[in-house]
C-alpha cells in the first residue's frame, strides 16, 4: 500500500515570492509610512494591472467580495438576478446583501457553468442581470450569455473569481460581459493575500466604484455618496504586484500537474475529470475537479476524501453543499429542479494543485487513488505495477 504523507497536503497553497524581494517592498513601505488609502505601492499596482490587461477600467478592492457587492450597489440592481447555485457562498451573499432575490438556474455537466439554455426560462419582468461564475477557471458559455443578455436587456456580470489569468480568444477573461469580479485571495493561484479587483466595459464606472469603496470622500469636505471602506492596502498591493511578475510560472506549474493528473487517473474507473476548455482559451488551472461515480470507484465522494484524509490529504468538495440548500436560501423558491448542479454537488471533489506541490507528489496522489479504486473498484482496474499497490482485479 502506497504511504501516507508525512506533512498534509492541502487542497492549495498560497505562492510566495522569494522572501528577499518582498522585504525589499516591506522596506519601501517602511520608508513612506503609508499603509493605506491610496499610497503610491497601490498606486503602481493599479498601473501594472491596467497595463497587464490593457485597460484602466478596473478598480482595486480588499476582498472580492467586497468588490462584487460593491459592484451591485453601483449599478443600482435590484429586483431578481439569475445565478448559479454551485459557486462559492459570497456569489449568492453579494446579491443578499443587496437586497436582490437570486434566482438560481441549473449548470451544464461539461464545465459546471451556469446553462445558458435553462436561463431564458427563468427571466420574469423582475429579472434585472445575469450573474454567472467561470467556476474552476472554465469560462463561461460567453456568446450564448451575451445573446440572452442582449435580447432580454439584462446586465450580464461575471463572477471570474477563479480566473485571472484565462484569456479567450486572446482576450482577458475579465473583458466579456458589462463587468467581471476578480479574487484574490490567498487561496486563489494569483492573490495579493485577500484583494478583489473589478473590470468593466463602461469607464464612467471607475469614479462611482472609487467613491464607493471610500466612504464617498469628494475631499475632506465633500461626501457625495454612501460609500463604505473597502480599499486595499499597501501590504496587499505590494504582494499582488510580486505575484503578477510570476504569474505565467505559477500557471504552467500547475499545468505540469495537471497534465499528471489527467493522464494518471483517466483510466481509473469512476473518475471522471471534465475536459479543458475547447477553443482559443488559455486556462489557468486553478482547481483540479474531478467526479466520483461511487458504483464505478467503489467508494462515495464522501469516503474517497476521508480515505485521502488518512494518507495526509486534504482533497475539498467545492462546492458542495448546493448555496440553494444552505438554510439561509433553502427557502428561495425556484422552477429549476437544478438536478446537474444536485448530480455534480454530490460527487464533485477537488485535488490538491498548486505551483509548489511536487510532481512526485502528485504521482504520489495518483498511486493512492489508484489503490483505493484497486481495493473497492467492482471493475477490472489493475493499477500501475509501479504504484505499491498488489496488482490483484477487483472483482
Ligand atoms: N466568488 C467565488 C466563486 C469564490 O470562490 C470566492 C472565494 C469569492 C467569490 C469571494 O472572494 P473573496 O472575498 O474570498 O476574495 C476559500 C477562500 O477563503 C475563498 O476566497 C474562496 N472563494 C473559496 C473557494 O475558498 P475556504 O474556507 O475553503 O478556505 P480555507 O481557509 O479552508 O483554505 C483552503 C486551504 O488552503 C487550506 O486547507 C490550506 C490552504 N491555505 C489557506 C490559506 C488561507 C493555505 O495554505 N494558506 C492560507 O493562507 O475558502
Request: with cysteine.
Amino acid at each position: 500500500m502506497p504511504k501516507p504523507f508525512e506533512k498534509p497536503i492541502y487542497v492549495t497553497r498560497p505562492f510566495l515570492p522569494p522572501l528577499a524581494e518582498f522585504a525589499a517592498g516591506l522596506e519601501e513601505i517602511w520608508a513612506n509610512a503609508w499603509l493605506t488609502n491610496n499610497g503610491p505601492v497601490i498606486k503602481r499596482y493599479q498601473k501594472e494591472l491596467c497595463d497587464y490587461f490593457g485597460t484602466e477600467n478596473l478598480c482595486l478592492f480588499n476582498n472580492g467580495t467586497l468588490a462584487l457587492q460593491i459592484a451591485l450597489q453601483g449599478l443600482q440592481l435590484s429586483g431578481e438576478v439569475i445565478t448559479t447555485p454551485f459557486t462559492f457562498v459570497a456569489t449568492t451573499h453579494a446579491l443578499y446583501w443587496n437586497k436582490i432575490r437570486p434566482v438560481f438556474v441549473d449548470i451544464e455537466p461539461e464545465h459546471y457553468t451556469l446553462d445558458p439554455a435553462k436561463v431564458e426560462a427563468a427571466i420574469t419582468p423582475w429579472t434585472t442581470a445575469i450573474l454567472a461564475v467561470h467556476v474552476y477557471g472554465y469560462p463561461c458559455c460567453l456568446p450564448a450569455l451575451a445573446g440572452i443578455a442582449r435580447r432580454h436587456k439584462l446586465l450580464l456580470l461575471y463572477d471570474a473569481a477563479h480566473a485571472f489569468g484565462v484569456r479567450v480568444d486572446g482576450r482577458s477573461i475579465g473583458g466579456f460581459g458589462d463587468l467581471s469580479m476578480f479574487s484574490f485571495h490567498a487561496t486563489k493561484l494569483y492573490h495579493s493575500i485577500e484583494g478583489g479587483m473589478l473590470m468593466f466595459s463602461n469607464p464612467n464606472l471607475k469614479k462611482l466604484f472609487d467613491y464607493l469603496k471610500n466612504f464617498g470622500f469628494e475631499n475632506e469636505l465633500e461626501v457625495v455618496m454612501a460609500g463604505t471602506n473597502a480599499k486595499m492596502n499597501e501590504f496587499q498591493a505590494l504582494m499582488g504586484l510580486q505575484v503578477l511578475g510570476h504569474l505565467e510560472g505559477i500557471i504552467g506549474r500547475r499545468a505540469k500537474i495537471g497534465a499528471i493528473y489527467r493522464s494518471r487517473l483517466k483510466t481509473v474507473p469512476g473518475i471522471q475529470i471534465p475536459s479543458l476548455p475547447t477553443g482559443n482559451v488559455h486556462y489557468n488551472h486553478a482547481y483540479f475537479p474531478v467526479e466520483i461515480d461511487d458504483q464505478a470507484f467503489g467508494l462515495n465522494r464522501d469516503a474517497l476524501q476521508a480515505a485521502l484524509q488518512k494518507y495526509n490529504v486534504f482533497a475539498r468538495r467545492y462546492f458542495y453543499p448546493l448555496i440553494s440548500d444552505f438554510a439561509c436560501y433553502r427557502s428561495l423558491s425556484t422552477n429549476d429542479p437544478l438536478s446537474t448542479a444536485k448530480r455534480v454537488a454530490e460527487r464533485i471533489l477537488t485535488l490538491p494543485i498548486y505551483d509548489s506541490l511536487a510532481l512526485e507528489d502528485v504521482e504520489r496522489i495518483c498511486n493512492i487513488i489508484e489503490s483505493l479504486a484497486v481495493t473497492h473498484s467492482p471493475q477490472s482496474f489493475k493499477g500501475r505495477k509501479d504504484n505499491g499497490v498488489s496488482a490483484v482485479t477487483a472483482v
